[in-house]
């Protein structure tokens, strides 16, 4: 089966730029997630979709992150205005019993 | 919320010699899945082996095995006869009802040939 795509799998950016991100996760996993990854620690979730609803974005950073998951679907993470802290791997999995993820993107803000 | 703790920073093993990872967890649900993922340098996390909480039986996956004490919420992963190709970040993962997932911060894995 097809895995989990994202794209880009790099973007460098200077800091107040904005930047998105996409991912098409695998078909019929209705679940959706979207972490941040720094380097050298865990995978920290963002936010959680099921179908195109939104479970938990408790800890999105709201005045700067947004997300979409378009008809149940794919999914964007939008970052505007990036910050230098942004910096890290952002990965996107899909489930429904366990989870698959993608490449995931670097983001590099200068 | 629920916590995963990996105490291992770091750790090495000889190739074809045995490893095993440490991770414990914390909830107060009694139905949930534990996982192990790596992550080699490509950053692509791969599923190594997923355990069932309510199965006493610890799950196997050729070479990798569990070691699962849900009273003592552990939850250890076990590499026989290693591979350089088992030179990784190793995560430990908790998935509660709401298909949440919650990772440790990770073990990296030398494999020395």
């Known amino acids: 089966e097809a895995g989990v795509a994202q794209s880009p799998r790099y973007k460098i950016i200077e800091k107040r730029q904005s930047v998105a991100f996409w991912c098409n996760p695998i078909?019929?996993?209705?679940?959706l997630y979207w972490y941040q990854q720094i380097l050298g620690q865990g995978p920290k979730l963002l936010i959680q979709?099921?179908?195109?609803?939104?479970?938990?974005d408790s800890q999105l950073p709201k005045d700067r992150f947004s997300a979409e998951r378009l008809k149940g679907v794919d999914s964007t993470l939008k970052i505007q205005p990036a910050k230098l802290e942004d910096s890290a791997v952002y990965l996107c999995?899909?489930?429904?019993?366990?989870?698959?993820f993608g490449q995931g993107t670097r983001l590099t803000v200068v | 919320a629920q916590t995963v703790t990996q105490s291992q920073p770091e750790m090495s093993v000889q190739e074809a010699e045995t490893v095993t990872l440490s991770c414990t967890y914390d909830?107060?649900?009694?139905?949930?899945?534990l996982f192990w993922y790596k992550q080699p340098p490509s950053r692509q996390m791969i599923l190594v082996i997923r355990?069932?909480?309510?199965?006493?039986q610890n799950a196997t996956e050729n070479r990798f095995s569990v070691n699962f004490q849900k009273a003592a919420k552990s939850f250890s992963l076990k590499i026989s006869d290693s591979q350089l190709g088992d030179a990784a970040m190793y995560f430990c993962?908790?998935?509660?009802?709401?298909?949440?997932?919650?990772f440790g911060t990770g073990t990296s894995l030398t494999v020395i040939p």
């Open positions: 999995a899909s489930s429904l019993r366990k989870a698959f």
């Open positions: 078909s019929g996993h209705a679940t």
């Open positions: 979709f099921q179908n195109n609803g939104v479970v938990d």
């Open positions: 909830t107060s649900e009694s139905d949930y899945y």
């Open positions: 355990q069932e909480a309510y199965k006493q």
């Open positions: 993962a908790y998935r509660n009802t709401g298909n949440q997932f919650y």
